[in-house]
């Protein structure tokens, strides 16, 4: 029996913002909305005024659209934008639609420079121009310079804002200069050493520097070694990086290979759970970029083309079953029993389709291993053929008291897990190949092999054998 010490003592160690699931409790929501109506700017500062940036952000997606933009002008400066990185894209958007361009300038302001690129970068090119304009000439350049490097680029990614050296400066004058200096991010972990023209010559990582003696000039310790990647290169490229080699943080260099900027780990883990989600959202033909905010007309759409490509092929299997269609007329069993035969390799191919289009995304499957992982699912595919030949077989013929049934629907699934499995490995490695997109493109493409596969190698083996029979 629990005793009243325990209530006690689980009640004072609840959080009294998120319930047991992680969510943000509906009183505490209700709580910051009766602050809002009631324009009380004192009491959501009470409420919402220490709390961290993520807290903030579901806060927002919790509270009612027009409230919303509304909470932070009454909040004002206490409002921390850091907290608009953490909304879906739609949610901030509307946001941003609704702020006056001054009160984003000032928010934007107070940021990282990566944070800022985040905010700024789906805005209308008007809008941006509008809200650089009323930042200062040092913020407005570094800004303009990020947003110019492609989407989804290390130079989108990365934070202006870094420690640089000349490597003749001793680590006396280096620690010297971190201590008085107030220009400084916020948070750091290396110390990067550059020429006059800012050339990238290496890096000191601040454990290093506090452990060395004050007179050792920083050239005697700097990494010149340390990886770096180019502004231009790939988000996908730099999360790999910092995962092959544990990284905290890499310095991002331009094309004369002078430093532009840093990527930290923190932003890489949101690269990681936005590529897995695309990823994810393309094996089932969502679009990328839906959110759980956006509308039924915005979600609709964008699922309307995928599923038009999906009715195609559709009536390309059907097609095929129209090829037999005097044989179903003579045997009901068969229109019984083709779909099964269809659906057990559509469930195979996309289990195949899984696995090649994360080893072809994390670059595991390449041209040398390419022949031993094809010729693996192969021999998947041939061994659980077998068996659920075996089953199906077995169960078809049990319930139709069909013994030749029970062994044409095995063969067929003997034949159809084969093409699974090679349409599930070979179909990404082909759309890989011409430089699309396996996750997006191969599901369809692998889904009519099956079904046509199927259908064709159920229907045409019963043909034969019930004509020869």
């Known amino acids: 029996m629990l005793n009243h010490a325990d209530s006690a003592a689980d009640a004072a160690t609840a959080d009294p913002l998120r319930d047991d699931d992680g969510a943000i409790r509906e009183t505490f929501v209700e709580q910051v909305g009766a602050a809002i109506e009631s324009a009380d700017a004192d009491a959501l500062r009470s409420l919402v005024g220490d709390l961290h940036e993520a807290d903030v952000g579901d806060l927002i997606e919790a509270l009612d659209p027009e409230l919303r933009p509304r909470l932070i002008r009454l909040m004002g ?44 970068e789906d805005l209308p ?11 200062p000439s040092l913020d407005r ?38 201590r008085e200096n107030e220009e400084l991010p916020e948070r750091f972990f290396e110390i990067y050493v550059v020429d006059a023209d800012y050339r990238f010559l290496g890096a000191v990582a601040l454990d290093v520097l506090l452990r060395t003696r004050r007179p050792t000039r920083v050239a005697e310790l700097m990494d010149a070694g340390r990886r770096r990647v180019r502004a231009t290169a790939d988000q996908e490229e730099v999360a790999r990086l910092f995962e092959r080699y544990n990284l905290i943080a890499l310095p991002v260099v331009d094309d004369q290979d002078r430093l532009a900027g840093v990527v930290t780990v923190d932003d890489v883990v949101d690269v990681i759970e936005e590529e897995a ?36 092929t559709a009536f390309l299997a059907s097609a095929v079953l129209g090829l037999f269609e005097g ?25 195949t389709m899984t696995v090649a289009v994360r080893a072809l995304a994390t670059r595991e499957l390449h041209d040398g291993n390419m022949a031993r992982i094809v010729l693996r699912e192969l021999l998947v595919g041939l061994l659980n053929g077998a068996a659920f030949a075996v089953i199906t077989g077995v169960a078809a013929a049990a319930w ?18 084969v093409a699974a499995a090679l349409g599930g490995i070979l179909v990404p490695l082909v759309v890989d190949r011409f430089r699309l997109d396996p996750a997006v493109s191969s599901g369809v493409f692998v889904t009519t092999i099956t079904d046509v596969v199927g259908f064709f190698s159920f229907l045409g083996i019963a043909t034969i054998w019930f004509g020869l029979h």
């Open 327 to 351: 044989e179903l007329q003579k045997m009901v069993a068969l229109a019984v029993l083709a779909p099964i035969v269809a659906s057990q390799g559509g469930n195979a191919a996309t289990q």
């Open 400 to 417: 139709f008291r069909a013994p030749d049934l029970g062994l044409v629907i095995g063969l067929a699934m003997v034949c159809n897990l």
């Open 141 to 178: 350049v570094a800004l303009t310079r990020s947003l110019q490097y492609p989407e989804d680029s290390a130079g989108r990614r990365m934070q202006s804002e870094y420690v640089a050296v000349p490597p003749s400066w001793t680590v006396g004058h280096t620690i010297d200069y971190l």
């Open 125 to 135: 090119a008007d809008e941006q121009a509008e809200i650089l304009e009323q930042l």
């Open 277 to 312: 989600e695309k990823d994810i959202k393309a094996l089932g033909g969502v679009a990328g970029d839906e959110e759980l905010s956006d509308s039924v007309w915005t979600i609709a759409r964008g699922r309307f083309n995928w599923l038009l490509v999906n009715l195609a």
């Open 77 to 120: 400066a206490d409002f921390d934008f850091t907290a608009l990185v953490e909304v879906d894209d739609t949610v901030r958007e509307e946001i941003l639609d609704e702020l006056p361009p001054q009160a984003v300038a000032d928010g934007v302001r107070e940021l990282d420079s990566d944070d800022a690129v985040y905010i700024l």
